[in-house]
């Protein structure tokens, strides 16, 4: 890593965090007044949207309907002015749609689908502003949508990455920390069980440190999930207080 | 046919409201607009950025400077280049390739109202002729329709530019002849793109014998066909366009255009006061202090304005073209408020 002090003798990463320190996480639901279920996060620099349509009946052809469950339809897309370089598309690319495919998987295993057969929940999710953490922001963002749209799930989906330099696990890496190229770990948890909704590491990493480096992004999901659940709270008191409950 | 039955016939017209008598379904005239907020540089990554807010109708707008090679037929000009993404937060029908037909014809909408001398200085997007110049790329992005999307487009794409911080560099040249591009140490040394006379759009909904401004989804739905005008605050018409499966008279179009003039004066002075940073302009004492780049770049500006209200306000200093009189309670017709930059949905929504 050429130059680069990823992290400091003192302890302290290149922004000033702890190794475990997350970035402010900022969130809102129902910003969109036409959705069903709305939400924007900010955490850090990364600045993500979503929108949740649903459940409601199978668009286009029939076929797609699942009888016992509903269809999760998930779209990723990041605005063209969103990374450092410009974008040529904001969708439809290799990874936006891998994205969408983790997104998809990642709540399906936490929306009640089951309760909806024959029906469609459409979760879009846009980037506005990347600075790492990308998959993070846009499963905690999504999770505030559902929750937003009032669709069942069996728990919050929170997420975080983890990264691994000099012998430490490093939590929420920044763009910075991404792009110096180490090992790098997404991890969606449904904090209440503990179950794991999505993991995916890349680059490589010895079977040793694994576990540390589990635990580190484990513990931020949980630390996300602490902010997310006080986002909703506070919506909902909100929301009560408006309607003169 | 008497005057009762086309009444009623607009009655049927679907969408409840009565422009006859200058009264829409929201209780506006036909020539009042929505409320629209404007917020400046709320994308860091950007050169310029800003989000648009009228109505329901949300607009985030991102340029970008990147260094190319100029045109041919146009040696020591820099350029613009648009794209429009419809993307599906607006509505569930834009999915996967679903908007891309809309955001073609936002673009070329915008390549058009931008294709001529005056709306901007692109000269001074050169860098060195036939060699370097800056290409600013405009991203449009549609969060939300809510109706009226060329007018908030056109708003947040001059509110962009106006936003838009392109760093000074200067080319060096070695006795050999080889040139070399140096960029400015300082971050605030940087150009600033004058946006007085880039225009904004106006479109004019033909609903029964009326048309209104600023027309919401509903009242877009039944419409018979509009008229898109781009206008700058001088009154130059850089753009003109009929919209929609509907056909329109001559007569109308005429009579439209001259509904353009009045809301001219309304845009263009309103707009270039609003675009200026906060504090200052937005209590109206003076309005067109020199803008200090590093204010801007410190502290994102968010300012509310109701154009109808500065419409009934012009209407009246210009020798009662309206006869309604401005309601007591609007002092003032802009309000500002400063926010923590780039926070633009956090804040509560009113």
Redesign the interface.
Known sequence: MAGLELLSDQGYRVDGRRARELRKI?A?M??????DGSA?I?QG?T?A?A?V?GPHEI?GSRSRALPDRALV?C?Y?S??????E?KRR???DRKSCEMGLQLRQAFEAAILTQLHPRSQI?I?V?V????GGIYAACVNVATLAVLDAGIPMRDFVCACSAGFVDGTALADLSHVEEAAGGPQLALALLPASGQIALLEMDARLHEDHLEQVLEAAAQAARDVHTVLDRVVRQHVQEASILLGD | MSLATRTEFLDDSGCGCCPQEDLRVDGRGCEDYRCVEVETDV????SG?ARVKLG?T?I?V???A?MGTPKLEKPNEGYLEF?V?C???A??EF???GGDELGTEIANTLYRIFNNKGSIDLKSLCISPREHCWIL?V?V?L????GNLFDAISIAVKAALFNTRIPRVRVLEDEEGSKDIELSDDPYDCIQLNVENVPCIVTLCKIGYRHVVDATLQEEACSLASLLVAVTSKGVVTCMRKVGKGSLDPESIFEMMEVRLVLRQVLGPGWECLLLPAPQSCCGHSPHLPPSPQAWSLESSWCELDVSELAKGAGRERGGLRDRDLPPAHNSCLSSASLIP??M??KE?A
């Open positions: 900022q809102r129902g910003v969109f007044a036409q959705a924007y900010e620099n600045k949207l929108v349509y668009r339809n779209q897309s605005a063209t002015f969103s990374t450092g410009r904001p969708h439809g459409d879009y846009q506005l502003q990347a600075d | 994308v860091s990554n950007t950025s329901h949300d985030l991102g340029v970008k990147e794209f993404d993307s599906a937060n509505t569930p999915e996967g390739r790329y991203d992005l969060l939300e329709c809510g780039g926070s949905f956090l929504n």
